[in-house]
């Protein structure tokens, strides 16, 4: 397995890519890797475009970015606040939930461990482990559409759904890669490996197997 040498030479190619194509990189100037910050972004990402998440999640945190401040909004200060977030109103209820708890059960305090992510109102799976791969450097992979998509083409793996891919890779890739494996796909994704890949311009072109690399030019 060539995962080590491919993730070194991701890992180069990250620092270059500039942020409005990988928007992930974006997210992170926003949330800056502070536990609540990027808990909520987390929550405010799924099924929408990080550009408007990040765009949204700053003006937010001008105006609330503890718990605290998120509480002292009224219902529909936050929701006008997320309004261009899919499921905004959802969303903004959850997140005063998860600004509740984290209050009254952790002291103010974000817990670490997935077993108590997981039970916050809209983290699922994916975004417990993006969190705590991210923010707590913990040895999970989480597994997006890019790391699903990616990780097939590279051969890691022969799967046909995220949860599926997330088991193998846990088989096949060592354990020191597990937490990098989902920034610098996602980042990879989003700039060359994505839906239709743009293998004529692939820094890894040499190691993939991919049978239809050729055919993208
Ligand atoms: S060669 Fe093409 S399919 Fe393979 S990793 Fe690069 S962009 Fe993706």
Same mark, same amino acid.
């Given at each position: 397995? $060539?995962?080590? +040498?491919?993730?070194? @030479?991701? +890992?180069?190619?990250?620092? #270059? =890519?500039?942020?409005?194509?990988?928007?992930?990189?974006?997210?992170?100037?926003?949330?800056?890797?502070?536990?609540?910050?990027?808990?909520?972004?987390?929550?405010? %990402?799924?099924?929408?475009?990080?550009?408007?998440?990040?765009?949204?999640? /700053? #003006?937010?945190?001008?105006?609330?970015?503890?718990?605290?401040?998120?509480?002292?909004?009224?219902?529909?200060?936050?929701?006008?606040?997320? /309004?261009? &977030?899919?499921?905004?109103?959802?969303?903004?209820?959850?997140?005063?939930?998860? %600004?509740?708890? *984290? *209050?009254?059960?952790?002291?103010? $305090? &974000?817990?670490? %461990?997935?077993?108590?992510?997981? +039970?916050?109102?809209?983290?699922?799976? !994916?975004?417990?482990?993006?969190?705590?791969?991210?923010?707590?450097?913990?040895?999970?992979?989480?597994?997006? *559409?890019?790391?699903?998509?990616?990780?097939?083409?590279?051969? =890691?793996? /022969?799967?046909?759904?995220?949860?599926?891919?997330?088991?193998?890779?846990? !088989?096949?890739?060592?354990?020191?890669? =597990? +937490?990098?494996?989902?920034?610098?796909?996602?980042?990879?994704?989003?700039? @060359?490996?994505?839906? /239709?890949?743009?293998? %004529? *311009?692939?820094?890894?072109?040499?190691?993939?197997?991919?049978?239809?690399?050729?055919?993208?030019?």
């Amino acid at each position: 397995m $060539n995962v080590e +040498k491919i993730l070194n @030479i991701l +890992k180069k190619e990250f620092e #270059k =890519w500039p942020e409005d194509k990988a928007t992930v990189k974006k997210m992170i100037r926003v949330h800056n890797n502070e536990p609540f910050k990027s808990l909520v972004m987390a929550v405010l %990402s799924t099924q929408t475009k990080d550009s408007i998440t990040s765009e949204i999640s /700053k #003006k937010l945190f001008e105006i609330a970015d503890s718990p605290k401040k998120i509480l002292a909004l009224t219902d529909q200060e936050l929701e006008k606040l997320l /309004k261009p &977030i899919s499921f905004y109103k959802r969303k903004a209820k959850y997140i005063k939930e998860i %600004s509740r708890i *984290i *209050i009254e059960k952790y002291n103010g $305090n &974000i817990p670490n %461990s997935y077993e108590e992510i997981i +039970k916050f109102p809209g983290v699922g799976r !994916k975004v417990a482990n993006v969190f705590l791969s991210n923010v707590y450097k913990k040895d999970v992979i989480a597994v997006d *559409i890019h790391v699903h998509r990616i990780s097939n083409r590279l051969g =890691w793996v /022969k799967t046909k759904n995220p949860l599926q891919t997330e088991k193998e890779l846990y !088989k096949v890739i060592p354990k020191h890669l =597990w +937490k990098d494996i989902n920034l610098y796909l996602v980042a990879f994704g989003q700039v @060359i490996c994505s839906h /239709k890949p743009k293998c %004529s *311009i692939c820094p890894i072109s040499q190691l993939c197997p991919y049978p239809n690399k050729n055919l993208h030019f």
